[in-house]
Structures are given as C-alpha cells and as structure tokens.
C-alpha cells in the first residue's frame, strides 16, 4: 500500500526533517507513527497526501509513484486518501450533514449519492442523531467523529490521521481509537501519528517510533516506548 | 456538468455579495476604463467616417487656357478618362462656372456686381477610384505633353485638397496614440483592481479551499468560482459602460443634430457599428475579468 525508498526531507534548517526512510506498510494495516515533536511524524503525513515532495527518495502508494505524479492528478491521488486532523478541520457554518457532504459534493458526486452515504458514514461513527448540529454544538469527540466521517465517506483505501486525539480527553480518545480499529476491519489501512502513550499501547498495533528524522523502532504488536 | 456550472455561479454570487463594496469598486474602474475606451472607439469611429468623406470629396480640377484649341482639350479628356485610376471625368464649362458661381455667391450681391463679363475658366473636374492616388495622377497630368497647350500654368491650374487630408491623418495619430496610452492605463488599474477583489475573495474562503483539496477537489473545481466572479465584475462594468455610453451618445448626438453641423458634414451614423462597438466593450469587460482573476489565481492560490 505504502512503500518509502530512502527518502530524506530537507526544508532547509539545522538538520533535516526526515532522513533515509525506509518503510513499507501493508493493504489492511493498522499503524501508529510514535515520536516526540518535531521527530518528523507530520512531514511523514504530507509527503504521503503530496502536499510536500521529498528532497530524496521515491514513494509509492498503492503503487503508484507519487513523486512522478503530474499536478493535476493529486486531487485523484487525494480522493483515495482518507485524512483526519487535530483541528478536526471543519466548515463551522455547515452543518454535520454538510460538512460531510462537502467532500462528495467537491469531487463532484451526485446528490443522490449525497443523500444515500452521508447519513449511512455518520450513522457508522454513532452520530445518526446530530445530522443538523452545527460544529459549535458538537463536543470535541463529536466534532472529530464528523471529520472521520468526512474522511471515510469516499472508502478510501487509506485513512492517515495526524494527532487525531490531540484535543480530546483519555476516555473520547478511546472511543474515537474503536472507530478506527472498526474501520480498519473492514479492510482500510490506516496510519496515525501520534504522541498519545495510552492509546498506543492499549491498542497494540504496529508502531514505528520516530526521532530526530530517523526510524528507530519498528515493531508489530509494539507500545509507545518512550520516557517523556 | 450542468450540476457544476449552478455551482460555480452560486459560489460566485456569494463571493460577490460577502465583499460587495470591494466587488462595486472593480467593477466602478472596469466601467469607468470601458466609457473611455468606448468614447475614443466613438470618436475614432467618426473621425474615421469625416476623413472618408473628405477624401472622397477629393477631385483633381485642371483649369483650361481661355484660348485652348478644342481638339487639344478632347484629346486632354480622351486620355485621362482612360487611366485606371480614375472614376471620372467631367468638363464644365466657362457658362456652367459662372452659373455655379452665381449660386454659391447669391448671398453676396456686391461680389457678382463687381463682376465683369466672364473671367471664370472652363475645367475638367477628376474624380479617382482610390483619393489616395491623388498626388501620383497629378504628377501624370504635369507630365503629359498636351498639357502645356490647354493650360496657362501647370503647377498652378491643376489643383486638388490633398494637403488638407494629410495634416488630418497627422492629427488623428496623434490622438490615437494619447488615446491608447490613457487606455493602457484604465485596462491596468482595472485589472489590479479585480485582481485585490478576487485576491480577498480566495483569503477569505482559505479553510474552504484547504478542505476541498484535502478532499480531493479537482484544481479547476477549486479555481472557476473565482474565475466566474472576475467574470461577472467584468460583465457588470461593460454593462454600465455600455448604459451610460447610451445615455451620452443619446444626449450629445440628438444637440449635436440640432445644431446641424453633423448633418452639414454628412457623417452617416451607421447603428450596426454602434452595435459592434457595444458588444466590443461588454467582451472587453469580460475579458478584463478573467484575465483579473487568472493572474489573482496563479498568484494566490496555489493548488
């Protein structure tokens, strides 16, 4: 699904923010990307949307080599990226529903596509009763449910989240790490980056520790590890 | 598609209305650029119909010795109505001048009294297919040999208003060129102005953009709403333009009939070219809009 070749990000200051990376990640896993701030988790994330391009080295996913991709076909790349933030990244004069439906909507669905897979993807993230609330009158684990809704409602093949219970409290967070194990079962990889200990752990999934730019831990079944 | 362009229009009004007064401005200095424009267009146009006018009001007049032999003034005629560049040849006659003399002068009785018997010369009046060759069939005339034995002075009996339409091309340049420097610049201040419009226009919808790209929204899906609302800024001032133009041409045209001068000079006002020139300003408003837009997009939003 995902393959790194020795790829090195360099943005230009003290020390580069990834180096030599290499990493594959299977159809259907489940990964955390672990590592204090600044150990590089987020340029792991935007190399993979192609948002940012790698100083060295190739990326393929599902294959495809991203570097090589012409700029008009990233949006297709995208299409098939599920993406969930700390910021939860919400319109907040839509509602739920819109919210949701934006994203269909923009890559040009129908509208009765809309209205068929909108209420199905936030009924799967247990918000069947919030279709019409507005972000503002959502708590911080509803208003992150929405936005894994929004990211899930394409099917992508891959969901990536970047410190997706950053904002929310241990027991939200847990429910919110449930959700992505369910989706994870029905076949989509997904990567998180993350610092939350607890989370990590309580899972066991693989985990692939970053520090400094570097891989310096990969392992299946694996914990947080670090002393902070 | 049909789905999309609805999109891309809804999204380009509310573009328009969330920042209305910058919006107004845009389009206030497309407006403003394409009066202008529209009344050098006009003046350009009439301008350009008076030279016409004069020059094919231009004729060759050769006038004839008194005493010319009438066989040498046949044969004068002869040739030259046989030139390709001429359209026609009429002689007048001493009787037929004074006639006409009479009547251009019947306002002014002191002139004809002081008249004595005759003194108007007989000629052949030239007209020419192109009033541009003018000056070339002159100099043929001088050159024939005949010439010398029906006019008195050749560099002086042969006349015709060429002088005059040169100096009018000199102008006219002139303000052709003051003209398109002042366009230049209205097109320029427009362009920066739907530029800022359409610049805050992106700002303001940044977290949006971001999203749709997240998302996957194609780049031209991200792009055409704004291109669309440069678009309707545009149209809008042609619109403007294009009404006030009609109120002016309207008011300027129906004095300028009273007064009777542009009947005197016969300018035909043709309506289809007043059309043309209308549609030509609603395009270049357009124009001027996405242009506007595509150089704020290429500039401000980076998909």
């Not at chain 1, 309580?202 to 670090?226: C, H, P, T, W």
């Not at chain 2, 800024?233 to 002016?248: P, R, S, V």
Request: aromatic share 8%; glycine share 8%.
């Amino acid at each position: 699904m995902i393959r790194l070749k020795h790829v090195s990000k360099d943005y230009g200051g003290d020390r580069p923010a990834l180096t030599d990376i290499s990493v594959n990640i299977a159809k259907g896993e489940f990964v955390f990307l672990v590592g204090p701030s600044g150990s590089g988790k987020s340029t792991f994330i935007r190399l993979l949307l192609r948002e940012i391009l790698p100083t060295q080295g190739d990326i393929y996913i599902s294959g495809q080599d991203i570097k090589a991709l012409r700029s008009w076909k990233i949006p297709f790349l995208r299409r098939n990226i599920g993406c969930v933030f700390q910021d939860f990244k919400l319109l907040p004069n839509k509602t739920a529903f819109g919210n949701v439906a934006f994203a269909l909507e923009v890559i040009g669905r129908s509208r009765y596509m809309i209205k068929k897979q909108v209420p199905e993807v936030l009924r799967l993230v247990g918000l069947e009763d919030k279709l019409d609330s507005y972000p503002g009158e959502l708590s911080g684990g509803e208003q992150q449910r929405v936005s894994i809704a929004r990211a899930f409602v394409n099917r992508p093949p891959l969901l990536l989240a970047d410190e997706p219970t950053g904002n929310l409290d241990p027991a939200t967070s847990l429910g919110v790490m449930t959700l992505f194990n369910r989706i994870n079962r029905s076949g989509t990889t997904i990567l998180i980056a993350t610092h939350d200990r607890e989370m990590v752990d309580s899972m066991r999934k693989r985990v692939i520790a970053l520090e400094n730019g570097n891989v310096v831990r990969d392992q299946l079944r694996g914990v947080y590890g670090y002393e902070d | 598609m049909k789905i999309n362009a609805v999109y891309y229009s809804k999204e380009a009004l509310t573009n328009f209305r969330k920042n209305w007064v910058l919006s107004m401005g845009a389009v206030t200095a497309v407006a403003l650029c394409l009066i202008v424009i529209g009344a050098i267009m006009f003046i350009a146009y009439m301008g350009n119909q008076f030279i016409n006018k004069v020059e094919s009001q231009i004729e060759i007049e050769i006038f004839l010795k008194d005493n010319a032999p009438y066989g040498q003034i046949e044969a004068l005629q002869n040739q030259i109505v046989n030139w390709s560049a001429v359209k026609k040849v009429n002689y007048v006659s001493k009787e037929n001048a004074l006639k006409k003399f009479k009547i251009d002068f019947k306002d002014n009785p002191e002139v004809l009294q002081n008249l004595q018997g005759n003194p108007l010369p007989s000629s052949f009046r030239v007209w020419l297919k192109n009033p541009r060759t003018v000056e070339a069939t002159v100099k043929r005339i001088k050159r024939l040999s005949i010439i010398d034995q029906v006019v008195a002075d050749k560099n002086n009996d042969i006349k015709y208003g060429s002088q005059y339409v040169s100096k009018l091309f000199v102008i006219t340049r002139g303000v052709s060129i003051a003209a398109g420097g002042i366009v230049l610049l209205l097109i320029f201040v427009s362009l920066v102005l739907i530029t800022n419009t359409i610049r805050l226009a992106i700002f303001a919808r940044r977290k949006e953009i971001g999203i749709m790209k997240l998302v996957g929204a194609s780049n031209w899906f991200i792009r055409v709403p704004f291109l669309f609302e440069g678009v309707i800024e545009g149209a809008l001032g042609g619109a403007i333009a294009i009404l006030i133009l009609g109120i002016i041409y309207r008011a300027t045209i129906k004095s300028i009939m009273g007064g009777k001068w542009l009947v005197f000079m016969r300018i035909p006002l043709d309506q289809g070219a007043f059309m043309v020139m209308l549609l030509v300003l609603l395009l270049s408003g357009i124009l001027i809009g996405a242009i506007g837009s595509a150089i704020a997009l290429r500039r401000f939003l980076k998909v």
